[in-house]
């Protein structure tokens, strides 16, 4: 993704170690986005939390090159999504942010996700609407019939999210009474 250098690495890495770090997270970064459909901000924190498991939002600046205002959004996002935590360094006014495992297996995280996949579902019903408006003009074209069946069998598709997204909702609201 992005080829820009790190100046300085807040815990004073070899810039050799960074420079695989950066490779490292440009991999797993492209792979959230592609894989998952997540924003790539939310994807770059991610993905400097898997390596450095805990951070202050001044460190995700530095090593993300994000604003104040980015890095404090994202960060609050990632918190709601119960991907990381925010804990008071002692003896001190400032926070530091953990991620102490990947959060794929968190309730939020999973919830998150249908949420995002529900999104995913009004847009496909947008082109399929758009495709079914100018059927008549478009039906000749090479490989409209494919999309056209394509999206319309996704769109029917995601119609279960919902009523997964409750169930799944319930089951885990029980497993954490559970707990």
């Known amino acids: 993704m992005n080829s820009n250098k790190i ?19 440009d991999f797993l ?11 790539p901000i939310v994807s770059k924190v991610m993905s400097t939390f898997y390596t450095r498991k805990e951070l202050t939002q001044q460190d995700l ?35 530091i942010y953990k991620m ?8 939020a995280y999973i919830l998150s996700s249908g949420k995002m996949i529900e999104g995913v579902s009004d847009e496909l019903k947008m082109i399929l609407d758009e495709l079914e408006k100018n059927k008549e003009n478009m039906k000749d074209l090479e490989g409209f019939n494919r999309v056209y069946s394509i999206t319309s069998q996704l769109a029917t598709l995601m119609t279960s999210v919902p009523k997964f997204m409750a ?13």
């Not at 970064?29 to 924003?39: A, F, T």
């Not at 102490?100 to 309730?107: T, V």
């Not at 169930?167 to 707990?179: A, G, S, V």
């Open 100 to 107: 102490e495992k990947l959060p794929y297996g968190s309730p």
């Open 61 to 95: 600046q530095k090593l993300t090159k994000y604003s104040a205002g980015t890095i404090s959004k994202t960060v609050r996002q990632l918190i709601d999504m119960k991907v990381i935590v925010k804990e008071l360094i002692p003896g001190t006014h400032k926070h």
């Open 29 to 39: 970064e492209d792979g959230m986005v592609n894989v998952s459909g997540r924003d």
């Open 7 to 25: 100046e300085q690495d807040p815990h004073g890495f070899d810039p050799e170690i960074v420079q695989i770090e950066k490779d490292l997270l």
């Open 167 to 179: 169930i799944l909702e319930n089951e885990l609201r029980d497993f954490m009474k559970k707990q």
